[in-house]
T-cell receptor
């Protein structure tokens, strides 16, 4: 079992839909990260959070430390949101990231 | 430059050859990380530098892999006697404060071992 698990692996939505991607982890963490990766492109950090909720534009990230679970929400999705979304955690013993396998999101017009 | 840069962007080599991959972190970032991403998978940690020293090299798969950061800025990942299984995208990231700051990723080097 991976230390960081994401669901779903693939997600297809219609433009305008509300999207949720889930992440569960099994280790102690100091922070959780949501990252975005476009095809052939680099990785961009969306959020780094250790508690509660953060919002940036149409993106919202929440974390429940007790349940070891985080969600990434996209409101009013757009085709340009199509990308791989990756959940990663920073453990308590160091700053290296442990990654989930990613969620491939496709938003159709 | 404004971001993390990596060179080359693509590298094709033959099995058994030696390769070097370079990472230029954001100026002033003391922490530097190397990750490897195979097709369809999330990245995997290789090594982390704090300044010039390797603070955590537990992700290096075997002794064919080695990385240096002699002046605390640019880092080079070196792979000896390359194997086909080494084919992947090698990602570099840097951060200002490894405990509190996000990591900024470079575009990666796609390594193909024929």
């Amino acid at each position: 079992k991976n230390e960081v698990e994401q669901s779903p692996q693939n997600l297809t939505a219609q433009e305008g839909e509300f999207i949720t991607i889930n992440c569960s982890y099994s280790v102690g963490i100091s922070a959780l990260h949501w990252l975005q990766q476009h095809p052939g492109g680099g990785i961009v950090s969306l959020f780094m959070l250790s508690s509660g909720k953060k919002k940036h534009g149409r993106l919202i990230a929440t974390i429940n430390i007790q349940e070891k679970h985080s969600s990434l929400h996209i409101t009013a999705s757009h085709p340009r949101d199509s990308a791989v979304y990756i959940c990663a955690v920073t453990g308590t013993s160091g700053s290296r990231l442990t990654f989930g396998e990613g969620t491939q999101l496709t938003v159709n017009p | 430059g404004a971001g993390v840069s990596q060179t080359p962007s693509n590298k094709v080599t033959e099995k058994g050859k030696y390769v070097e991959l370079r990472c230029d972190p954001i100026s002033g970032h003391t922490a530097l990380y190397w990750y490897r991403q195979s097709l369809g998978q999330g990245p995997e940690f290789l090594i982390y530098f704090q300044g010039t020293g390797a603070a955590d090299d537990s992700g290096l798969p075997n002794d064919r892999f080695f990385a240096v950061r002699p002046e605390g800025s640019v880092s080079t990942l070196k792979i000896q006697r390359t194997e086909r299984g080494d084919s992947a995208v090698y990602l570099c990231a840097s951060s200002l404060n490894p405990d509190t700051d996000t990591q900024y990723f470079g575009p990666g080097t796609r390594l193909t071992v024929l």
